[in-house]
């Protein structure tokens, strides 16, 4: 091919990418600042079905073991506890199916590691408390332990796909992540092997989530959004595809994402470094 013709090539591909990324969502609209001052390092963020047009966060590493709901415009509604659990650096979170066909679940993902020291990872699941419930106590709650094939790692990326209860966790630092996968049903009385399902180019991938059929996944770094939709394939598959990139609001550090249960936009939030209020944002699909 002539180079000039290769140049003009690659050129028209990167603007078509650039004007579909640009079609497929609106700009971010700002929620409002979050409301409660003690969520202060929001690293996980995720939308219910048990407490309608609400979202779930919880604190990053060192602090209590509790979740907070919040309304979709940052307005705190309650704060609950798990009972016997600690946080030693919870990184996600994601609701979904589990056990109970007839329950929806909350996972969360204590799977940061930053000095890759902890040889053992975990994930909790529960059933998703109701806002109308009297007490703020979660008492029943399953660990899912696992480790990975390949070392220690550092994780941040958290998601359950809703066809086939599998969790996903992708790790964050390599410059290639791997893809991960605890296949269900997942033990909650041994420790598991996850599986190595590939790898992807996205250093520093801090969040990501699933729609609630399936077919729309999201990750996040400190500084873009990428957004994959399926055509048959195994999440593994899709994720090696090529993404769109969504135009992004950089946040100061910005970990968490999540779907709205209806695929109709996601929403983005961020910790709260050097005392700069953490800001729910809200991205619209066209």
């Not at 550092?154 to 992708?170: N, R």
């Not at 729309?216 to 399926?230: C, H, I, N, P, S």
């Amino acid at each position: 091919m002539n180079p000039r013709y290769s140049i003009a090539f690659v050129l028209a591909s990167c603007l078509a990418t650039t004007l579909l990324a640009q079609t497929q969502f609106y700009p971010a609209e700002s929620r409002g600042e979050i409301e409660n001052s003690e969520i202060n390092e929001a690293s996980g963020l995720t939308v219910g079905i048990n407490n309608p047009e609400m979202l779930w966060t919880h604190n990053d590493s060192g602090g209590k073991p509790r979740i907070f709901l919040l309304d979709q415009y940052g307005k705190f509604k309650a704060e609950f506890t798990l009972q016997g659990i600690k946080n030693r650096d919870w990184e996600d979170i994601a609701s979904g199916p589990g056990p109970d066909a007839n329950k929806n679940y909350l996972y969360i993902s204590e799977t940061g590691d930053n000095r890759a020291e902890f040889d053992l990872k975990y994930v909790y699941r529960f059933e998703e408390p109701l806002l109308s419930s009297k007490g703020r106590e979660i008492m029943d709650v399953d660990v899912i332990t696992f480790r990975y094939p390949d070392g220690k790692r550092d994780a941040e990326s958290l998601f359950v796909d809703p066809l086939t209860k599998d969790i996903y966790i992708l790790s964050k630092r390599e410059q290639n992540i791997g893809i991960y996968r605890a296949a269900y049903p997942q033990s909650t009385t041994e420790t598991i092997i996850l599986e190595k399902l590939g790898t992807m180019p996205y250093f520093n991938t801090v969040a990501a989530d699933i729609t609630a059929d399936g077919q729309e996944v999201l990750t996040k770094t400190y500084d873009a959004v990428y957004y994959w939709k399926r055509d048959g394939q195994s999440i593994a598959d899709l994720l090696m595809t090529k993404p769109i990139s969504i135009p992004y609001i950089i946040e100061p550090q910005g970990e968490s994402i999540a779907w709205k249960k209806d695929g109709s936009g996601f929403f983005t939030l961020s910790e709260e470094p050097r005392e700069i209020e953490a800001v729910l944002y809200y991205y619209r699909k066209k």
